[in-house]
């Protein structure tokens, strides 16, 4: 069975950050290899200034490559929009894995509200990556309060596949500044080198390709 990580979100665009902290969930979980999972349209942000898919997923596959790392946009196929339906459909699909939840501590702070955030947390382990400036606001959260009690020691990450959800690991990275945000401040139309060209979905083996233009 393999093990995966499975870290979700935007890619709006992918940058070194999200390689960085894959790369060191990697060796801190003993993962086989981690799915980025590029999301469709994410509830909790505006579509405004989000890029087409496509473009969204070959950036990603650019910073991917010759890395055990796998895009898809495997949420589309599922028809799920939101985490925990997409949690429990992959679970079904992929009877054979180990998934564990993937996020940054600034996701963690505004994990409370997620759709049925408790669910998610029952339904597979989570590994927390510690990120600059938003680890205060992470373990002061709702969301912490009620999973205080289920955390699990980083020495024994490993072993995630042992463990019986709800489960919670923090894992401590160098510090990484690196954001999607400061990468559109910089480059605003960054995505126009990603658009036009098919992007291969590494895990359903699709061909990929979203609208020309911003949705």
Known sequence: MKRIGLLGGSFNPAHGGHRAISLFAIAALGLDEVWWLVSPGNPLKSAAGMAPLGARLRSAQALARRAPIRVTAIERDLGTRYTVDSVHALIR?????????????????????????????????????????????????????????????????????????????????????????????????????HIGRPARDAVTRRLRDGPRHHV
């Open 93 to 193: 699909r992929y009877p054979k894995h180990h998934f564990i939840w993937m996020m940054g501590a600034d996701n963690l702070g505004q994990f409370a509200r997620w759709r049925d955030w408790r669910g998610i947390a029952r339904a597979l382990p989570i590994a927390v990556i510690a990120r600059p400036g938003y680890d205060g606001d992470a373990q002061a959260g709702p969301a912490m309060g009620w999973l205080r009690r289920f955390v699990r020691r980083a020495d024994h990450a490993e072993r995630w596949t042992d463990w019986r959800p709800p489960a919670l690991v923090q894992l401590r990275f160098r510090p990484d500044p690196r954001s999607a945000t400061a990468v559109r401040q910089a480059a605003p139309n960054w995505h126009l080198a």
